[in-house]
């Protein structure tokens, strides 16, 4: 069975920042996209930041020039480093994979727990 932990998240003053990971246990055949999501009280899930496999990011608007996303296939781990922070950032950090599990088993998608993020301002 796969499980996704995530660490990093925290307390921050705005301004500064924070590195959260991402790590898979289990066994995995392939990761295609890795991906960080945020969750704020009273508001839906939102995407942060995807990776795919071949390495091509994608960013929400809201943190485009501040946060960087960075994966290791060989330690099925995904990174996501934010500068810059805002009290508009605080918010419950998920990570999620969509991963085979054999060579030619379907994509199933995992999620992380969860990590708190809180921005001081």
């Known amino acids: 069975q796969v499980q996704l932990v995530e660490s990093g998240g925290g307390l921050v003053q705005a301004g500064g920042s924070l590195r959260l990971s991402c790590a898979a246990s289990?066994?995995?055949?392939?990761?295609?996209?890795m991906g960080w999501y945020r969750q704020a009280p009273g508001k839906q899930r939102e995407l942060v930041a995807t990776?795919?496999?071949?390495?091509?990011?994608n960013y929400s608007d809201s943190v485009k020039g501040r946060f960087t996303i960075s994966r290791d296939n060989a330690k099925n781990t995904v990174h996501l480093q934010m500068n810059v922070l805002k009290p508009e950032d605080t918010a419950v950090y998920y990570c999620?994979?969509?991963?085979?599990?054999?060579?030619?088993?379907?994509?199933?998608?995992?999620w992380g727990q969860g990590t708190q993020v809180t921005v001081s301002s």
């Open positions: 990776i795919t496999s071949a390495g091509t990011t």
């Open positions: 999620n994979y969509n991963a085979r599990l054999t060579a030619w088993g379907r994509i199933y998608e995992y």
């Open positions: 289990g066994s995995i055949f392939s990761i295609n996209a």
